[in-house]
């Protein structure tokens, strides 16, 4: 008999979890795929979290996770870790998402080995070497080396194919729309102390990446003084990143306020549930800006730049930067406008997909293993 193509699976962040989860899922039920998942380790608390959501057990852990790690640390304790996976499991193709150390790392790893990547969430750029860092690199890395490039959007696609990508890109739709697809019957009431939200707007912060760690820390953090100084009836509830350091500088910066409740990571379910019944997000997070549309939410981006430009064109996302009055007046304006938002973004549809990529990406892989 002959013997079934093994598929690895490669992730370490909560956010590779989210979008690889209902991809695992169908590769799991096909009974001709020996489908293996490795956990790098990148994000422990937060990857377990979603992997028990989604019922999804790994078959190794490389376990990197260190105090103060770094990406130095990540790259080699990853390309150290899949070469005995390979060696012990080889696959006949490996999957990565999106542009972490982790998927950077792992297509390092296969390509060493002369494996195939599929690359999940190919495409993406914003042109700026260090915004976001590391990632724009890691993501154009990444698809110097995948044979199959699943591009969300026709706009990521493009970016493939100017950058003369070898491979096939295929336009699939982000997976992130899969999961809420997914997990949306198991949404939560999300109760905390200090909002209410019958009376209250509340606006749903988080904040997380590397450059926006310095001074622009300090900026932001002013920008959300004055949020609640022009705003009574506004409440702020900020999910912290769990780096201890990011946390203490937040709520040094931020100090007590009656209306700055301050939370560890939210479950992913928990954190849907308050995407929905938010009335804004401020947030430098990529996927947010994808939950966003799929909840037709107004998101106001905390950075220079951002590769999902798709929720800008429609109107949902707008770029803001790290400007205090800026932040302020902006949010003061979408605050306002709210029913007038709602109204004009209802009907537009999602420009991340129609909770349909797994499927495409799956057959497409079948295609690729030739079965
Ligand atoms: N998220 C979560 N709980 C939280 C904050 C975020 O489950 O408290 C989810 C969020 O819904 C999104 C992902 O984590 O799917 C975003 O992760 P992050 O902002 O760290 O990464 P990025 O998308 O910017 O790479």
């Not at 013997?3 to 962040?13: A, D, I, Q, S, W």
């Not at 982790?102 to 792992?106: G, K």
């Given at each position: 008999m002959a013997?079934?193509?093994?598929?690895?699976?490669?992730?370490?962040?909560r956010p590779e979890v989210i979008k690889l989860a209902v991809v695992i899922m169908r590769f799991k039920e096909s009974q001709d795929i020996e489908t293996r998942v490795v956990l790098s380790g990148q994000h422990r608390d937060m990857a377990n979290q979603v992997m028990n959501l989604f019922e999804i057990k790994e078959n190794r852990n490389i376990d990197l996770m260190s105090h103060g790690q770094n990406l130095s640390h990540i790259t080699s304790s990853v390309l150290n870790g899949l070469k005995i996976e390979f060696k012990e499991f080889p696959p006949k193709l490996v999957f990565v998402q999106g542009d972490t150390a982790?998927?950077?790392?792992?297509s390092l790893a296969a390509f060493y080995e002369q494996i195939p990547v599929a690359?999940?969430?190919a495409g993406l750029r914003t042109n700026n070497w260090l915004e976001p860092f590391p990632e724009e690199m890691y993501r154009r890395l990444i698809s110097q080396i995948a044979h199959l490039h699943f591009a969300p959007t026709y706009c990521s696609a493009l970016n493939l194919n100017s950058a003369g990508v070898l491979g096939n890109i295929l336009v699939t739709g982000n997976t992130v729309i899969d999961a809420i697809d997914y997990?949306?019957?198991k949404l939560p009431r999300l109760a905390l102390k200090g909002i209410d939200w019958t009376v209250q707007k509340v606006i749903l912060i988080t904040v997380h990446r590397r450059e926006n760690?310095?001074?622009r820390l300090g900026q932001i953090a002013s920008g959300i003084r004055k949020i609640l100084e022009s705003n009574n009836d506004v409440v702020l509830l900020f999910p912290l990143h769990p780096d201890p350091e990011l946390g203490k500088r937040i709520r040094k910066l931020l100090g007590n306020h009656s209306r700055i409740i301050f939370t560890e990571p939210l479950e992913y379910n928990f954190f849907l549930a308050a995407i929905r019944d938010c009335s804004l997000i401020l947030t430098d997070s990529g996927s947010i800006q994808e939950e966003a549309c799929a909840?037709?939410?107004p998101v106001l981006v905390l950075r220079e730049t951002t590769e999902r430009n798709e929720a800008v064109k429609i109107g949902i996302a707008t770029l803001v930067g790290t400007n205090p009055v800026t932040i302020c007046s902006e949010t003061t304006r979408v605050l306002k406008d709210l029913e007038c938002f709602n109204t004009k973004v209802k009907r537009i549809p999602n420009p991340f997909g129609d909770g349909k990529s797994s499927k495409r990406i799956f057959n497409a892989s079948r295609t690729f293993l030739e079965l």
């Open positions: 013997l079934k193509p093994r598929v690895t699976f490669v992730l370490g962040t982790t998927a950077f790392s792992a690359h999940v969430e997990i949306s019957s760690r310095g001074e909840f037709a939410k």
